[in-house]
């Protein structure tokens, strides 16, 4: 009997060696799930009309000299002037600056004369207006007016407003994604651990034109604004 003692007290603490270091095991297994965290990246989009418009345009002259290259911008403007103001543009939508020479020379250095021009802005939140007047703006050209424009630039002006709506959906959008993964699989999603914001995108209509900077489509009045966010749950 004497024999089988320490047998005994052996078994007895090798018994509770194993219970212990199971109770380790299964506390390092729980605290390590307590760590992992699933990213999920999720998106929200919303049609937009653009509320302003920017016209850009100019006129120019040359001549051997600048007198002559004057008298022809300014009987020009006179006319640009009188066609903004009968196709229905206000007075403080409309910049003129002043009038810009510079000298004209061939590819050898020999000097030509002189190119005066003068550039004008329109700006206005009346879109549907100015959209049409840009539409008449070859009434000009068929005056014999070299006008010289650019396309319309048609931006929305409301975006800082749109941002909260777009982020909390785009939020929950990626918290619904998680969460499909995660039961998928038979866990069970936690708390929200890290949100990263993307950059807005403004693109035409149904596009999928994106990039790291951002886009910003000016070229349509009908356009989407997308937000996009990573966010990282911590799993249960």
Not at 30 to 35: A, L, Q, S, V
Request: hydrophobic fraction near 40%; aromatic fraction near 6%; glycine fraction near 8%.
């Amino acid at each position: 009997m004497r024999d089988r003692v320490p047998l005994l007290i052996g078994l007895g603490l090798l018994a509770i060696a194993v219970f212990f270091g199971a109770l380790v095991v299964g506390h390092g297994i729980r605290d390590r799930n307590k760590g992992n965290v699933i990213t999920v990246t999720g998106s929200a989009r919303k049609p937009i009309t653009a509320d302003y418009v920017i016209w850009d345009a100019s006129v120019s002259s040359e001549a051997d000299k600048p007198q002559t290259a004057l008298k022809q911008v300014t009987a020009w403007t006179t006319k640009v002037r009188a066609f903004l103001d009968n196709e229905g543009a206000k007075p403080d939508e409309v910049s003129f600056n002043p009038v810009a020479t510079e000298s004209v020379t061939s590819e050898s250095g020999v000097f030509l004369g002189y190119r005066l021009t003068r550039s004008f802005e329109v700006r206005s939140s009346r879109v549907d207006e100015i959209a049409a007047l840009v539409e008449a703006s070859s009434k000009l050209l068929a005056q014999g007016i070299p006008l010289q424009a650019q396309p319309a630039q048609f931006v929305f002006t409301k975006l800082p407003s749109l941002r909260p709506q777009l982020l909390e959906e785009a939020t929950k959008d990626a918290q619904h994604r998680a969460r499909v993964l995660v039961e998928a699989t038979g866990g069970k999603l936690g708390g929200l651990r890290d949100v990263s914001v993307g950059v807005f995108q403004v693109t035409t209509r149904n596009s999928t034109e994106v990039s790291d900077y951002g886009v910003y489509d000016t070229s349509t009045r009908e356009k989407d604004v997308t937000a996009v966010v990573n966010v990282s749950f911590a799993l249960e």
